[in-house]
């Protein structure tokens, strides 16, 4: 039986968890800081490293308590070691640094989007065995900063066919929402005001960039700002704590907007899949937890779609762990200069 301690600090979650083998969850801890970066309307780089600082401590040995384990019995510490905000990247590698040196444990450094990825291996159904899931396989990560399409051929053997040209999908979720003044993060707001709304009310652009897997999001946001400029008679964003003005049909642009992003994510998705004949796709990032692309998938997929519970749609360490697992069992091991990379890519490690 291997324990791996991960630890995920990238962005704006301080997280760690205890990993058995890859894919049983003993443990996982996330302290978000969602509403200290709620009132700036975005992630501010230098509050998330500072608040990093403040909870890593306290989340390791919460993330050690509930796993019901003593130092001793864990084998290695993984950390995210890219891609994100370099401050807060560099919270987590110091904290795993310390701890596998004064330990004396193996340090496995991890991609955030090879976690992602690897959110999907996790037991987390609590069957007590492992998903079995079949090489090659496609996945798709859409999170705040990424939007790839990716070749799996084996355990860290990854080709990216596709990523986006401009905005990432999250982002592209956030800014709208900051355009609408619905709040942040964007994903979630956008979600909830399209409940109510007509996805065929506004015919929002697709861009499909001919045959490629690449996506862009920048002329869809531009195309919602000037249907918003028309309700607002300005061409700045509104202040994100006055709200959208009451004549402003939110909902059916929320609704429209989240159609046309899902619609191109799905198309692209499925033509990879038929391209390279995968047999699985995996579905993984912060915007999988979006009900809409998670039901359109599913539905129009013509082999086995995996998808992640929604608490591990976002940023944890429980997927760190499960991806530390494969390296570390082939002996991909870092060493003490172990450095962060702000735009780490999946294809080089
Ligand atoms: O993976 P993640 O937690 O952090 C990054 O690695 O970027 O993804 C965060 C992104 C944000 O842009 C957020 O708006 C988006 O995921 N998101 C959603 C939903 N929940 C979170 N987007 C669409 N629908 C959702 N329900
Ligand atoms: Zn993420």
Redesign the pocket.
Known sequence: MTKILAIET????TAAAVIEDGVFIRSNIVASQIEIHRRYGGVFPEVASRQHILAINTVIEDALKQAQDSWAEIDAIAVTRG??LVGSLLVGVNAAKGLALSLGLPLVGVN??EG?IYSNWLDHERRGKAPRIKFPSLALI?????TELVLIRGHGQYEILGRTIDD???????KV?RILGIG????????KAAEAGNPAAFDFPRARLGDSFNFSFSGLKTAVLRVVQKYTNTDKMLPPDEGPPARMPVADIAASF?MA?VDVLVSKALAAAEAYNVKEILL??????????RETLQAQADRPVRIPP?WL???NAAMIGAAAYWRYQAGDLADWDLDVVANLRLDQG
């Open positions: 990238s962005c704006d979650e891609p994100g955030h989007l992602h859409v999170s705040g900063g990424h990432a999908a999250g982002e592209a979720f956030d929402a942040f993060p964007g994903g979630p707001a956008i979600q989240q992003v993984a990032g912060g915007v999988s937890a979006n009900k809409l692309l929604l749609c976002t940023d």
